[in-house]
């Protein structure tokens, strides 16, 4: 039996969350394709709803991650489900957190949709809490 070294969409997905909490934008952005959108179809004034490709991603990303310098994230659990579309996962994800001024809370802070095409992310849809991130963020 030959086992195969391709790594499945799902396995791809669950690597990505695994690296979230490390804030590394150039980590996150090396498991995307080069002509990735990044959509956030909920956010607060001045957070943009599109981003394409690898570069303007690693750079929304690098900014925002540097304005949560106060919050610290210990894990963040991906609940990933497949789809009948190989290429689709979706994910709920809660992150284990401390912000400034509160106690340690393990919190739902979005649902995601990737899409994965040649063991690459085309697509991630992020619909996040962005109301919620803002609060923590202005403190």
């Given at each position: 039996?030959?086992?195969?070294?391709?790594?499945?969409?799902?396995?791809?997905?669950?690597?990505?969350?695994?690296?979230?909490?490390?804030?590394?934008?150039?980590?996150?952005?090396?498991?995307?394709?080069?002509?990735?959108?990044?959509?956030?179809?909920?956010?607060?004034?001045g957070m943009p709803t599109r981003?394409?490709?690898?570069?303007?991603?690693?750079?929304?990303?690098?900014?925002?991650?540097?304005?949560?310098?106060?919050?610290?994230?210990?894990?963040?659990?991906?609940?990933?489900?497949?789809?009948?579309?190989?290429?689709?996962?979706?994910?709920?994800?809660?992150?284990?957190?401390?912000?400034?001024?509160?106690?340690?809370?393990?919190?739902?802070?979005?649902?995601?949709?990737?899409?994965?095409?040649?063991?690459?992310?085309?697509?991630?849809?992020?619909?996040?809490?962005?109301?919620?991130?803002?609060?923590?963020?202005?403190?």
């Amino acid at each position: 039996m030959v086992e195969s070294s391709v790594e499945s969409p799902r396995e791809l997905v669950e690597r990505l969350f695994a690296s979230l909490p490390a804030r590394d934008a150039d980590a996150f952005v090396q498991l995307l394709a080069a002509d990735v959108v990044f959509e956030i179809p909920f956010v607060v004034p001045g957070m943009p709803t599109r981003l394409v490709g690898r570069e303007e991603i690693r750079a929304h990303l690098t900014q925002r991650w540097s304005n949560l310098s106060g919050i610290e994230v210990h894990d963040i659990y991906p609940e990933v489900h497949e789809t009948i579309d190989p290429e689709v996962i979706l994910v709920e994800a809660e992150v284990d957190m401390t912000v400034p001024g509160a106690q340690r809370a393990r919190v739902r802070t979005s649902v995601n949709v990737v899409r994965v095409r040649d063991g690459k992310v085309v697509l991630f849809r992020d619909y996040m809490d962005t109301a919620r991130l803002a609060r923590h963020t202005e403190r």
